[in-house]
């Protein structure tokens, strides 16, 4: 099997606790589902492995010359305004020959608070 051309990678804080990210795992599975032809994969700002950095050069060295960053950020705060710009300037420096873009933030997707918002409307419901 050959490697995609183009990867997406699903950038999230990180935290201290190993199964933290066992939801974004999930997340990057059902991804990878829908998407065969590209490289999915998770990278982390802080706190786990991998770096973001350090996904975009193990992608670069397997071919990959399109990344597609998707924050898994509930918000445009500070990370995603002032540490992602500069993290992806640096990948751009580091290789040229990879286009990186950014999208906005997973939670400011119309699609993804409605369907928080239902979830949360369900949880309070009377039972059946």
């Known amino acids: 099997m ?4 183009k990867a997406l990678v ?6 201290r606790a190993a199964s933290w990210a066992a939801p974004f795992e999930r ?3 059902l991804v990878a589902q829908q998407r065969p032809d590209c490289a999915v994969s998770l990278a982390f700002l802080e706190l786990m492995t991998p770096s973001l950095p350090d996904e975009a050069a193990r992608l670069a060295a397997l ?9 898994i950020f509930l ?4 990370h995603l305004l ?19 873009e950014t999208v906005p933030a997973v939670g400011e997707d119309p699609g993804v608070l409605a369907a928080m918002a239902a979830y949360c409307a369900a949880a309070s419901a009377p039972a059946p």
């Open 2 to 5: 050959t490697t995609p051309t």
């Open 10 to 15: 699903l950038f999230a804080h990180g935290a």
């Open 27 to 29: 997340l990057r599975a």
């Open 63 to 71: 071919g990959v010359r399109e990344l597609v960053v998707v924050p």
């Open 75 to 78: 918000g445009q705060g500070g």
């Open 82 to 100: 002032r540490d992602l710009p500069r993290i992806v300037d640096a990948l751009r420096a580091a290789w040229p020959q990879l286009q990186v």
